[in-house]
């Protein structure tokens, strides 16, 4: 499967972004799927993922109640729903997707094979 990632912006603080995550290829609704960010000078860190069915996902406790990821597999397309949006949400936003991850590795980015390109998000206070 590849990935590509779109939706990022420049948006103020307290607004609202969608980013959408189109994946080619066939099977995948068999994919685990996480989106990540990066922001300059730190780490890569886990932001939500989704398990292949949809029905859980996972969210880091810095977007909880913010953030909303979800999945619609008819068009292979994973979303991340952002609201609220704070200038520490600024980075770049990548997805990734996996056919094996087990739910104690979801929040690795090292358990992830596929990437997207990445999309950036800018938050302006």
């Known amino acids: 499967v590849q990935l590509q990632a779109s939706g990022g912006g420049l948006v103020q603080a307290g607004g609202s972004l969608r980013l959408s995550c189109a994946a080619a290829?066939?099977?995948?609704?068999?994919?685990?799927v996480g989106w990540f960010r990066q922001a300059p000078g730190k780490e890569r860190e886990f932001v939500a993922g989704?398990?292949?069915?949809?029905?859980?996902?996972y969210h880091a406790d810095s977007v909880k109640g913010r953030f909303t990821i979800s999945r619609d597999n008819a068009k292979k397309t994973v979303y991340l729903q952002m609201s609220s949006l704070k200038p520490e949400d600024t980075a770049v936003y990548y997805c990734?997707?996996?056919?094996?991850?087990?739910?104690?590795?979801?929040?690795?980015?090292?358990?992830?094979?596929?990437w997207g390109q990445g999309t950036q998000v800018t938050v302006s206070s």
């Open positions: 990734a997707a996996d056919a094996n991850i087990i739910l104690s590795s979801m929040r690795r980015s090292s358990a992830y094979k596929v």
């Open positions: 290829g066939r099977t995948f609704s068999g994919y685990t």
């Open positions: 989704i398990r292949a069915s949809g029905g859980n996902t």
